[in-house]
Each structure stands twice: as structure tokens, then as C-alpha cells.
């Protein structure tokens, strides 16, 4: 059983940057792939961003080029930095672990994760 914890949420003004960051405990956290998901008021949850097991990295587009997904096996972590924030990135921001024994495998499929953590808000102000 995978516990998720996030961190780094937070107010930032249009066009700032924030680092969002997962500590991931109670099991081996390379074997696992890692997603970040948001949910706006009203809307459903989407994926963000994915990282495989080995690094392979997937991307929604509306944050290509803006954020960036990373994961630190030694300290069973994973980071979404994001950068020139827009107000339509403001949502609760979920990170999500899925189980797999495909190395290489990136998906942004919310149905595929087996664990949650409890979200952390991000407020983007114009």
C-alpha cells in the first residue's frame, strides 16, 4: 500500500512558477509510474503529466512546454514543476501511483492509477 503526500501549493500570480512536490512511502517507488491530475471547480479530473518507471515523460498540451515532470527514486519523490502559470491552471492538483511491470509505460489514463493522495490547491491569480 502506497501513501502519497503532496506539497509546494500554493497563490502565485500569472506568469509565476511553483514546484509541486510527491513523497511517496510504503512500497518500492521505482516500481511504480507516477501522474499529477488536476481538478477545477465544476470540471472533471484530467491528467497533467506522467512519468514512467524508467523516465519516459507524457504531457497534457495545454502544459507542454510550460511544465515538467521529474521523479527522484532515491528519495521517493516526484516533482511537477510548473511554470508561466495561467489562471486555468488553477485546480486542486492530485498526484496519483500506478503499479505496473512496464518500465517504459507512460499513461495520463486516471483509471489505471491505483493510489491517491489527498490533493494540494493551486491558485493562479490574473
Known amino acids: 500500500q502506497v501513501q502519497l503526500v503532496e506539497s509546494g501549493g500554493g497563490l502565485v500570480q500569472a506568469g509565476g512558477s511553483l514546484r509541486l512536490s510527491c513523497a511517496a512511502s510504503?512500497?518500492?517507488?521505482?516500481?511504480?509510474?507516477m501522474g499529477w491530475f488536476r481538478q477545477a471547480p465544476g470540471k472533471e479530473r484530467d491528467g497533467v503529466a506522467a512519468i514512467s518507471r524508467s523516465g519516459g515523460t507524457d504531457y497534457a498540451d495545454s502544459v507542454k512546454g510550460r511544465f515538467t515532470i521529474s521523479r527522484d527514486n532515491g528519495k521517493n519523490t516526484v516533482h511537477l514543476q510548473m511554470n508561466s502559470l495561467k489562471p486555468e491552471d488553477t485546480a486542486v492538483y492530485y498526484c496519483?501511483?500506478?503499479?505496473?511491470?512496464?518500465?517504459?509505460?507512460?499513461?495520463?489514463?486516471?483509471?489505471?492509477?491505483?493510489?491517491w493522495g489527498q490533493g494540494i490547491q493551486v491558485t493562479v491569480s490574473s
Open positions: 510504503g512500497g518500492t517507488f521505482s516500481n511504480y509510474a
Open positions: 496519483a501511483a500506478r503499479l505496473t511491470s512496464y518500465s517504459g509505460r507512460t499513461s495520463r489514463e486516471m483509471a489505471l492509477y491505483n493510489y
